[in-house]
């Protein structure tokens, strides 16, 4: 789990909610951005419903379970969604449903990997995070690289960045010259079967 939290990175609010014109990021969003990080480290979510001792309220409950055989629950109950802002109905019984339970999902997985949500302290109304992450092909290249460094150098690197898509733009200058210093000097290493 502290593996995972480290490499976990603030997720941006893409999904603009019009009724209180804030943006916010849905649950595809924090699943695409954390899930190949948890999933690598072992973990998987399982999620379902109780009954909450709350009138009006349903229960989501998700399994939190690790390759090892650890499983730990966690449970979050929240009011039916099923009006909007002025207190008006405007949803279906089978609409209000989905959409808590979806809330509910989101809320659980954030709480569960400790996700921070770009923009946090701004309700959401701040223009998206100034600092952007290296390209795909950026990425690539770093990637490429990191297969000819030396062990140590490709630990450090996965230890503070994950994968290189994690990269910021700013660092990739720096994080270039790194990777290729220390694959030129494993090349010129001479090849010893015994050393290790």
């Known amino acids: 789990m502290v593996r ?10 893409r999904a603009l909610n019009v009724q209180t014109n804030s943006t916010y990021a849905r649950l595809e969003d924090i699943d695409r951005e954390i899930s190949p990080i948890f999933t690598e480290e072992g973990f998987s979510l399982s999620f ?6 709350l009138a009006g309220y349903i229960r989501v409950i998700c399994d939190v379970m ?3 055989g650890h499983t730990r629950q966690y449970k979050m109950d929240l009011p039916l969604d099923a009006t909007g802002i002025g207190g008006k109905t405007n949803k279906t019984g089978v ?6 339970n979806s809330y509910a999902r989101r809320y659980l997985t954030m709480n569960i990997f400790n996700v921070v949500m770009a923009n946090e302290d701004t309700d ?6 100034e600092e952007p992450v290296i390209t795909s092909r950026q990425a690539a290249q770093l ?3 990191l297969k000819k460094c030396s062990p140590t150098m490709a630990g450090l690197f996965i230890e503070k960045y994950g994968c290189a898509s994690n990269v910021y733009k700013s660092e990739f200058d720096e994080v270039l010259a790194k990777l290729t210093r220390s694959a030129n000097r494993t090349q010129q290493e001479p090849v010893d079967a015994n050393h290790h």
Request: hydrophobic share 25%.
């Open 4 to 13: 995972a939290q480290r490499r976990i990175k603030p997720v941006a609010r």
């Open 48 to 53: 379902g419903t109780g009954d909450s001792h």
């Open 66 to 68: 690790h390759d090892q």
């Open 95 to 100: 609409h209000a449903h989905g959409s808590t």
């Open 124 to 129: 959401g109304n701040a223009e998206p995070p």
């Open 143 to 145: 990637e490429a690289l």
